[in-house]
């Protein structure tokens, strides 16, 4: 069975631009969250998305969006990006939201360096 | 607000030894607790789930407990390897309607053989 996928590996952009990351969620999940995780620290919440509904927004600038589509995968959007935006992107699936369905599964993540 | 800490933030052991990786937490009202494995500029790897309500979970050589009232876990490992090497992250889930979870920074594992 495929993981979670998580599209492109790496990313080059420079400050200002807008980017969008990728995420397929194991087939049958249909939670999806997005971590954010710098260099030496650990993952830190930016959104989760259940049955196409954002359930949680971390403590992120409104720069960043997100989406979840009919089949559950889903994007997230950073606008007018910054230096500090550099960092490893996470996609996480679950089933759902209940406690005997919460566990989490991350795919490899997205590199996104801005310059 | 719900805090993770793991301490130290590194450790270095000879191979085969048997060792013990401590989490804490902030708030005892956790739906559980998951540690995860991390290898260099990968994804997490989800090892062991402990449910609010249970003590512990096995799989392996690993063997994670779970103790609310002093908010901490640890994660056993008993007759470390080589390729245990890598960092370890233990998350917590709060009793909240999203699937939030709140990580430590990680303890960066290093067996030397």
């Known amino acids: 069975d495929a993981g979670v996928t998580q599209s492109p590996t790496h990313l080059i952009k420079t400050r200002g631009q807008h980017v969008t990351l990728r995420c397929s969620p194991i087939?049958?999940?249909?939670?999806v969250s997005w971590y954010q995780q710098v260099l030496g620290q650990g993952p830190q919440f930016i959104f989760q998305?259940?049955?196409?509904?954002?359930?949680g927004r971390g403590n992120f600038p409104d720069r960043f969006s997100a989406r979840q589509f009919p089949n559950y995968s889903s994007e997230l959007n950073v606008n007018a990006l910054l230096l500090g935006d550099s960092a490893l992107y996470l996609c996480?699936?679950?089933?759902?939201?209940?406690?005997?369905?919460?566990?989490?599964?991350f795919g490899p993540g997205t590199r996104l360096t801005v310059l | 607000k719900q805090e993770v800490t793991q301490i130290p933030a590194a450790l270095s052991v000879p191979e085969g030894e048997n060792l013990v990786l401590n989490c804490s937490f902030t708030?005892?009202?956790?739906?559980?607790l998951q540690w995860f494995r991390q290898d260099p500029g990968k994804g997490l790897t989800s090892l062991l789930l402990?449910?609010?309500?249970?003590r512990e979970q096995t799989s392996g050589r690993l063997n994670a407990s779970l103790d609310k009232s002093s908010g901490r876990s640890t994660l056993y490992i008993a007759a470390s390897q080589p390729g245990d090497s890598a960092t370890y992250l233990c998350?917590?889930?709060?009793?909240?309607?999203?699937?939030?979870?709140?990580f430590g920074k990680g303890i960066t594992l290093s067996v030397r053989p």
């Open positions: 996480a699936s679950s089933l759902g939201t209940g406690r005997a369905y919460n566990e989490q599964f």
């Open positions: 087939s049958g999940h249909k939670s």
């Open positions: 998305y259940y049955e196409k509904e954002e359930r």
């Open positions: 708030d005892s009202a956790i739906y559980n």
């Open positions: 402990i449910q609010s309500s249970q």
């Open positions: 998350a917590a889930k709060r009793r909240t309607a999203n699937s939030k979870l709140t």
